[in-house]
């Protein structure tokens, strides 16, 4: 038919048994419907696709709920306002055999960029780094921004990606739902920059498949005019950090590399070892976390009769 519909509900239950000024228990959850138009069988438009996504987000969190000083949110879908925002709202374009792929409208950065698993629920391990301690500016889902995107598939292994989006705080409003819940475009202040990512992937393929990215981004807004006033960065889901005498900054960057690894083929399907390490660097001006390291494995099909479970584990410094 061309058309796609899908609705997908998940939860998450979180408690401490340690740490914190209190024990107690958090639920969260984010209920999502996702609409994709194939527009070459509906229309003619070879390559052509339009798509939108609606997120709902619902519950608390138990960093605050707990006392928990933590700067990574631990159940990680909580965050961005319980509302309905509109987290994609884009036309996508596939052009020379599909060797270049455009994409244009209302995107989340990390949709497009970075680590792209969300396999654990605390969220120092999950989804994409830059964005969870850069959120101030670099919006991961469900937080959505106009932007274009362009994939250059270099080699069926290699890949070149660069985006440009509109650096504007506004984006994250919980208040005015014609930029959250609707395609609306913020005022230019604050605002007044663009926030441009640029990414290498690697993808070897064969039994031992992974995923390699190696990525930079500037954004060129001042942290002033064109960032939160009086912050530094906003920890997802709980607020800002006062800013330190940040004054009137420009030129915000930071590096990355997120590496997915096949380690061993143990089935005939996914089953076997796979790694991760994700490492991000900031700007250490204008940061109040310029730095995230992550690493974990996992392994598929540890018990024969749950041949596509998975049983994880993961590291990362104190933060």
């Given amino acids: 038919m061309g058309i796609s519909l899908a609705l997908t509900l998940g939860d998450e239950a979180v408690t401490n048994v340690s740490g914190g000024s209190r024990k107690t228990?958090?639920?969260?959850?984010?209920?999502?419907?996702?609409?994709?138009?194939?527009?070459?069988?509906?229309?003619?438009?070879?390559?052509?696709?339009?798509?939108?996504?609606?997120?709902?987000?619902?519950?608390?969190n138990l960093n605050t709920e707990a006392g928990i000083p933590a700067l990574q949110l631990t159940n990680e879908v909580f965050g961005r306002g319980n509302i309905v925002r509109l987290t994609e709202f884009y036309w996508q374009q596939k052009l020379?055999?599909?060797?270049?792929?455009?994409?244009?409208?209302?995107?989340?950065?990390?949709?497009?960029?970075?680590?792209?698993?969300?396999e654990f629920i605390n969220l120092t391990f999950c989804g994409g780094q830059p964005g969870n301690i850069q959120g101030g500016y670099i919006f991961n889902w469900p937080v959505s921004q106009w932007g274009g995107v362009a994939h250059y598939n270099i080699t069926k292994e290699l890949q070149l990606s660069v985006g440009v989006y509109d650096a504007n705080p506004q984006y994250l409003t919980t208040s005015d739902a014609g930029i959250y819940a609707a395609p609306g475009i913020p005022s230019?202040?604050?605002?007044?920059?663009?926030?441009?990512?640029?990414?290498?992937?690697?993808?070897?393929?064969?039994?031992?498949?992974?995923?390699?990215?190696?990525?930079?981004?500037?954004?060129n807004a001042s942290t002033?005019?064109?960032?939160?006033?009086?912050?530094?960065?906003?920890?997802?889901?709980?607020?800002?950090?006062?800013?330190?005498?940040?004054?009137?900054?420009?030129?915000?960057?930071?590096?990355?590399?997120?590496?997915?690894?096949?380690?061993?083929?143990?089935?005939?399907?996914?089953?076997?070892?796979y790694t991760f390490l994700n490492t991000t660097v900031a700007d250490h001006r204008t940061a109040f976390q310029d730095y995230q390291i992550a690493w974990g494995v996992k392994h598929t099909g540890t018990f024969s009769f749950r041949p596509d479970d998975e049983v994880g584990f993961a590291w990362?410094?104190?933060?």
């Fill in 25 to 60: 228990s958090a639920n969260a959850g984010q209920l999502w419907f996702e609409a994709k138009f194939d527009m070459e069988k509906l229309a003619g438009i070879k390559g052509g696709m339009f798509a939108f996504t609606y997120v709902d987000r619902f519950g608390d």
């Fill in 96 to 118: 020379f055999d599909d060797r270049l792929v455009l994409k244009g409208g209302r995107l989340p950065v990390g949709s497009d960029f970075f680590f792209g698993l969300c």
């Fill in 188 to 219: 230019s202040r604050p605002g007044a920059g663009v926030l441009v990512p640029v990414e290498l992937v690697y993808a070897p393929s064969g039994p031992l498949n992974g995923t390699w990215r190696f990525g930079g981004w500037y954004d």
């Fill in 224 to 273: 002033i005019d064109g960032g939160l006033p009086g912050i530094i960065t906003v920890i997802p889901g709980v607020g800002g950090v006062p800013d330190q005498n940040l004054g009137d900054q420009r030129g915000r960057f930071g590096v990355y590399e997120s590496i997915l690894q096949r380690l061993t083929v143990e089935g005939p399907k996914a089953q076997g070892w």
């Fill in 316 to 319: 990362a410094p104190p933060t």
